[in-house]
């Protein structure tokens, strides 16, 4: 699977070709893949369910999305607020498997995360090496936009993991051409053991499913909106899934 995050970077290699975080070597370049994937579509569950399973961070995250989001909507702000709470935790919650029975399972990820990627920051600057690469950025989305600006993983992460909340501020702060002279990493990864086992298992339940040919292998919403502006906050529903078309004979090009 292709996500955006790769496209993008992709289209930015070819751009700035000097300014590389590709690999050249190929099994090298498939585990800063593999990582990059984890982190955009693994480490996001454990995120989004810190983010609304703690009251006051999600009471704090629905009031700045009530506010960004629907600020010129014609609605009292507390009534804007329950609603974006209501649907936040309706779809990253409850649709996204997170229930009283895995929550605590997929709170414990990010703990996990912490301490595979501590000792690796503790010694180097970048996830492989002296120069950020695919799997910096993979990695990097939901531990800043979640895990780094939410209160309370935030705390977790300060107390637990200060080389990687620095690795996060580096990252943040990095121009690529001041490294160029730095060397690309030519060894196995340290981190590659971040990759756990429940990632993994997820990913081949995917594929056994997409080979007999399930129409659906993880949840996928669309919005409907009905009635005037004014009622569309309250009339806001979630659509059934997309279904997905049914699968080539074969692995598309990559």
């Not at 961070?57 to 909507?73: H, N, P």
């Not at 993991?161 to 196995?188: F, G, Y």
């Not at 409907?224 to 009622?231: D, I, K, T, W």
Request: glycine share 4%; aromatic share 10%.
């Amino acid at each position: 699977m292709v996500d955006r995050t790769t496209l993008i970077i992709e289209y930015l290699e070819k751009l700035y070709a000097h300014n590389t975080v590709t690999l050249t070597d190929p099994f090298m370049q498939f585990m800063a893949q593999l990582l990059e994937d984890f982190g955009d579509e693994w480490v996001k569950r454990s995120s989004v369910c810190h983010r609304w399973s703690h009251l006051n961070d999600a009471r704090l995250v629905s009031a700045q999305l009530a506010d960004s989001v629907l600020g010129d909507l014609a609605v009292p702000n507390p009534l804007k607020r329950w609603a974006i709470l209501r649907r936040q935790r309706n779809l990253f919650l409850k649709r996204a498997g997170c229930t009283s029975r895995t929550v605590q399972r997929l709170l414990s990820h990010y703990i996990q995360l912490l301490d595979a990627l501590e000792p690796v920051l503790a010694s180097q600057s970048f996830v492989f090496g002296q120069r950020p690469t695919l799997a910096d950025y993979g990695l990097f989305g939901p531990m800043f936009r979640h895990f780094f600006s939410d209160p309370t993983p935030a705390r977790i992460l300060k107390n637990r993991a200060p080389a990687v909340q620095e690795w996060i501020a580096r990252l943040w702060n990095c121009r690529l051409d001041e490294l160029n002279d730095k060397p690309m990493p030519v060894t196995m990864p340290a981190a590659s053991s971040v990759c756990g086992n429940a990632s993994m298992r997820f990913h081949q339940n995917v594929e056994v499913r997409w080979r007999n040919g399930c129409p659906r292998y993880f949840p996928c919403c669309s919005i409907r909106f009905r009635g005037s502006l004014r009622r569309r906050l309250l009339n806001c529903r979630w659509g059934r899934p997309t279904p997905f078309p049914s699968p080539p004979s074969k692995y598309p090009p990559i």
